[in-house]
């Protein structure tokens, strides 16, 4: 995903011009739910940063694939950087997450199994960067890296479904979840806009930050490449 300068303001200023029309929609737009007030506009925003952090995660699996198949560093660059982005919308899952579960469980958190396998999923990728941080041969840490990302890419399947196999009180968006759910509701078709703008709004966001992550990834190989030069020279 590396893009040239030009390439990758044009893809800043893109987000944030999403960003504000995605907001304004969540605000302006969509109706306000009469169960449960305004916080539940917070759900447009919980959704998307949870669909889009798991999807991350898919991306470092594939590429932890591509780097066993080719043997390839810049497969391992992204897939370290998709973990990384990944965990910051997972981290962002869980507080948005929190604030709506206030209102509507009457708690900031419980171990219910949609949260617990969610928080297993995310020590078990920030174990990643710790695993990465302890070797440094570039292409041991690579090798490891993509055996570690393929296995725990477990986790995600078993959050995902965690709501359709075991009783939960965390409703489900897609599917029928639990019938002990808690603080679901019927989307309208506004709803529903607002929803698909909003997962495309933050997956557009997801692209924009691993280009940057990537370029600074870049920039940090050249800075040790001329530092190399320097201590030869």
Not at 183 to 206: C, E, R, W
């Amino acid at each position: 995903m590396s893009l040239s300068n030009r390439t990758l303001q044009i893809l800043n200023v893109l987000t944030v011009l999403l960003l504000v029309v995605n907001t304004a929609l969540i605000f302006l737009y969509a109706p306000l739910e009469r169960t449960m007030g305004e916080v539940q506009r917070i759900f447009y925003f919980h959704v998307g940063v949870a669909w889009v952090g798991m999807a991350a995660f898919v991306v470092t699996l594939v590429a932890g694939v591509l780097y066993l198949r080719t043997g390839n560093l810049r497969w391992d660059r992204l897939g370290a950087a998709s973990v990384e982005v990944g965990l910051l919308f997972t981290f962002l899952t869980i507080v948005s997450g929190s604030v709506w579960a206030r209102p509507a469980w009457n708690t900031w958190w419980t171990w219910d199994p949609r949260l617990t396998t969610y928080t297993i999923m995310a020590l078990i990728y920030i174990a990643y960067l710790m695993l990465r941080q302890g070797i440094d041969d570039p292409n041991r840490r690579a090798r490891f890296a993509a055996v570690y990302g393929i296995v725990g890419f477990i986790s995600v399947p078993i959050t995902f479904f965690a709501i359709r196999i075991w009783r939960t009180i965390h409703p489900a968006v897609i599917g029928t979840g639990s019938e002990t759910a808690q603080g679901g509701f019927d989307m309208t078709q506004p709803m529903v806009v607002v929803l698909l703008f909003s997962i495309a709004t933050l997956s557009v966001l997801y692209v924009c930050l691993m280009a940057n992550r990537l370029q600074l990834e870049k920039l940090a190989e050249r800075v040790e490449q001329l530092k190399a030069r320097i201590l030869s020279a």
